[in-house]
Every structure is written in structure tokens, then in C-alpha cells.
């Protein structure tokens, strides 16, 4: 399964941006690039995903680097219910199985 | 729309003893999931259901897990014995085909601890 690279954890604060940052240099030309997110206590929510163009949605924006190594999660203004670990994975093949990593621990400060 | 249900929400049980866990997925979802998710770590799927048939299942401990989906619906997960390290967080998961662009929703999953 191709692999992901993410920080541990990052910070941010109530109503800025966050940038969730995620590298995947070993994807395949047919892998789709996936977000979730787990709040505290509860299961994984889906978030976005992707192949080639910046996608949009209610929750987020993902941008992906035109080499397709790399790609950013974007909130466009973090609130507290924003804090929660967020996964990027990689998923392609027959059967389009989710590898999680440890993911992002993001925290939202007040 | 109803989400994902799972029960029980929190089972103890003793090592060597054996354990059972329930799953509805979403009406009309044809592909279910199970993944173990141990403290500190990402979900791991166990196995992947497509309605009835068994797609994937290469992770799952098969000499003291086993699943079943029967009639496309429901699915029972269950370890028989359990060991301490099976302490963990079991989700299921479910999506209406096994496809990249379908995304997969999630319950709230069942705390198993073995004591």
C-alpha cells in the first residue's frame, strides 16, 4: 500500500485558516488521496478526497500539487469542533482498501 | 439517514474468554467493514464484506477472529479466545459500493477490553 507522511500534530487558533499538510511520494497514477477525520470518542468522518484537481466541499478544500506527491487540507476557519486527528490516505487497487496512518492530531485553541 | 449502529458500546471480558460484536450498516450500503483500532494508532481493517462475499480479509487473525455478513446486512464480529492484546476499538464501517470515489461512514465503534 502506498504510504503517506504526516506531522504529528499541529496547532491552530479559532477562526484562521489551517493548512493540514500530507507528502505521497509513492503514489500510483490511479491512487485517489482521501481525508478523514476522528473527533475524540467517535468513529472516522469522511472529510474530502481527490485524484488530480483541487476539490471543494461544505467541510474543506484539498489542494494537490500538480506532481501529485504531495497535497494540503484546508480549513478555512477552524472552530473548536475542528480539533480531531486527521487521516490522508491513499486508496486505489481492486478493491480501494483505506491504509490509516497515525495521522494529525490537530488542536484549536480558543 | 440512519448512520452506522454498533453494540454493545463498551464489553469487558476476561482473557480467553470469547466476544461477540454487532453491526447494521446504512440501508442499501452493499460493502461493510470491520477495523481494529488499538490506542495511539489508526483504524486497521480486519476485514471487507462486499454484500455477502468476502473481498478482503488478509489481516484478520483467522485462527481466533472470525465474521460473517449473512444475507447482506448485518454482521457479527467475534474472537474466540480473546488475548489481552485484542484491546482495542472496533469499528465498522460501511459504503454503498466498493469504489475510490464512495466515501465509507463510520459507527461509533465498540470498546473491547480484556482483562
Known amino acids: 500500500d502506498a504510504k503517506t507522511t504526516q506531522p504529528n500534530s499541529m496547532e491552530s487558533n479559532e477562526e484562521e485558516p489551517v493548512h493540514l499538510p500530507c507528502n505521497h511520494s509513492t503514489i500510483s497514477g490511479t491512487d485517489y488521496i482521501h481525508w478523514y477525520r476522528q473527533l475524540p470518542s467517535q468513529g472516522p468522518e469522511y472529510v474530502i478526497h481527490?485524484?488530480?484537481s483541487n476539490v471543494n466541499n461544505r467541510m474543506a478544500s484539498l489542494a494537490i500539487a500538480e506532481d501529485r506527491k504531495s497535497s494540503t487540507l484546508i480549513l478555512h476557519r477552524a472552530t473548536l469542533r475542528d480539533a480531531a486527528v486527521y487521516y490522508c490516505?491513499?486508496?486505489?487497487?481492486?478493491?480501494?482498501?483505506?491504509?490509516f496512518g497515525k495521522g494529525t492530531l490537530l488542536t484549536v485553541n480558543p | 439517514e440512519a448512520g452506522v449502529a454498533q453494540s454493545p458500546r463498551y464489553k469487558i471480558i476476561e482473557k480467553r474468554q470469547s466476544v461477540a460484536f454487532w453491526c447494521n450498516p446504512i440501508?442499501?450500503?452493499?460493502?461493510l467493514y470491520w477495523y481494529q483500532q488499538i490506542l495511539g494508532q489508526g483504524p486497521k481493517l480486519l476485514i471487507q464484506?462486499?454484500?455477502?462475499?468476502?473481498?478482503?480479509d488478509s489481516q484478520l487473525p483467522k485462527d481466533r477472529f472470525s465474521a460473517e455478513r449473512l444475507k447482506g446486512v448485518d454482521s457479527t464480529l467475534k474472537i474466540q479466545p480473546a488475548k489481552l492484546e485484542d484491546s482495542a476499538v472496533y469499528l465498522c464501517?460501511?459504503?454503498?459500493?466498493?469504489?475510490?470515489?464512495?466515501?465509507?461512514?463510520f459507527g461509533p465503534g465498540t470498546r473491547l477490553t480484556v482483562t
Open positions: 464501517a460501511s459504503s454503498l459500493v466498493v469504489a475510490s470515489t464512495y466515501e465509507q461512514y
Open positions: 440501508s442499501g450500503h452493499a460493502t
Open positions: 464484506f462486499q454484500n455477502n462475499g468476502v473481498v478482503d
Open positions: 481527490g485524484l488530480t
Open positions: 490516505i491513499l486508496s486505489g487497487g481492486s478493491n480501494y482498501k483505506l491504509t
